[in-house]
């Protein structure tokens, strides 16, 4: 088989060096990864199959890592990945979800087949896909090791993307522009949230005349009405109607590698206390926005943006963005750089991140987003949707000229 390359070998094989060597200055001899995220990263394995356990072995006593993975995802594996075939380690399916067997016993297998069963194994500890249960079959089943903690060891090293990972997520912030259009064009009176749930995943996954789109690693968000005020809601079973708000964070994904956008929209004439809302908002992130530089902290990204919003009287606890790019459900984000205080990250150029100004306040809300990467000149957007409160399906013009050229936050 074939494998179909989405970065040149050379990129893996620097991946794969930059790794070890944090491992090294880690102390760690063997990495066990289990989060598909960072698999896909060293490996280039792209499959919906880490609803069952698997994982990525990584040493500096061999060349190359090595895939282990459900037998009926090897080829997937052979189809995907850069490795030779002595580097896929398919298991027997009698190891899935078994009663007497786990796939952690297999990996052990494995690691002990290579001699790697001594010295220190780090292993992801708060990874989505590594459970208790794995780890206890782990140390069962390589008791002479010593396990460590290496969460987020290699999310640290995907902080900074090559170009050919900003190519794809300036494909995803193409996708995203036509989702969020998409969105606008469809939510009006009297349509079905989930039918505009609908429109917004077809967009998502057709994608553009270029570049068709991959699933995101998280659902449309899209409260609306007094759900406006809460976070992380999606669609109900209820028709839109005249005077509701609408919060949108949906996100356009490529190989993996998504392109964050969230706006909010109005079905008819906004409130004023939603209008003030958008202007502070908008100010803030272009605040934001403008203190992006190489050599600036995180921290400073979010300073900015308090100063704004304190101005005006009000306040926002969770941060404003964290780093984005490569990743499967349930997250989009990466764990690691945080745009908030304390956070003294230092921006390099090709860092991304999605800085969302989510405000959640007692019955309504406001959601403006950007994603973003780090360029020796600032901060280059990877959507191009207007930064603005949308009015949809507005009937009731009369005296409305002010407000409606209030709504940028000019």
Known sequence: MTPVALFDRPEYELRLRTVKSRMGQQGIDTLILTDPANMNYLTGYDGWS????????????????????????????????????????????????????????????????????????????????????????????????????????????????????????????????????????????????????????????????????????????????????????????RRYERGDAVNIELAGCVHRYHAPLSRSAVIGRPSDRLIDLAKVVIEGIDAALLVVQPGRLTEDVDAAWQQVIRRYGYAKDSRLGYSVGLNYPPDWGEHTASLRLGDKTILETNMAFHLIAGMWLDGYGLEISESFRVTPFGAELFANVERKLFVLDDQDDVGGTEWRLSLSGS
């Not at 087949?113 to 194994?121: A, F, H, N, S, T």
């Not at 469809?186 to 995943?201: H, K, P, Q, S």
């Open 50 to 237: 880490f609803y069952v356990p698997q994982a990525v072995v990584v040493s500096e006593d061999l060349d190359e890592p090595v895939w282990i993975g459900r037998g009926q995802d090897g080829n997937g594996a052979r189809l995907t990945c850069w490795m030779s075939e002595n580097a896929i380690e398919p298991y027997p399916d009698y190891f899935v979800q078994s009663e007497v067997r786990h796939p952690m016993d297999y990996v052990a297998e494995v690691i002990r087949k290579y001699r790697l069963d001594r010295g220190v194994i780090g292993v992801e500890m708060d990874a989505y896909y590594f459970s208790a249960w794995a780890y206890q079959r782990l140390q069962a089943g390589l008791s002479d090791a010593r396990f460590v903690d290496a969460h987020l060891l290699v999310n640290w090293v995907r902080l900074i993307k090559s170009d050919q990972e900003i190519f794809y997520m300036k494909q995803a912030g193409e996708i995203v522009t036509s989702a969020m259009n998409t969105a606008m064009g469809y939510i009006r009176a009297g349509v079905r949230e989930a039918d505009a749930a609908g429109e917004i995943f077809r967009a998502q996954i057709q994608g553009t005349p270029e570049v068709s789109g991959d699933y995101p690693a998280i659902v449309p968000l899209m409260p609306s009405g007094v759900r406006t005020g809460a976070a992380h809601l999606t669609w109900v079973n």
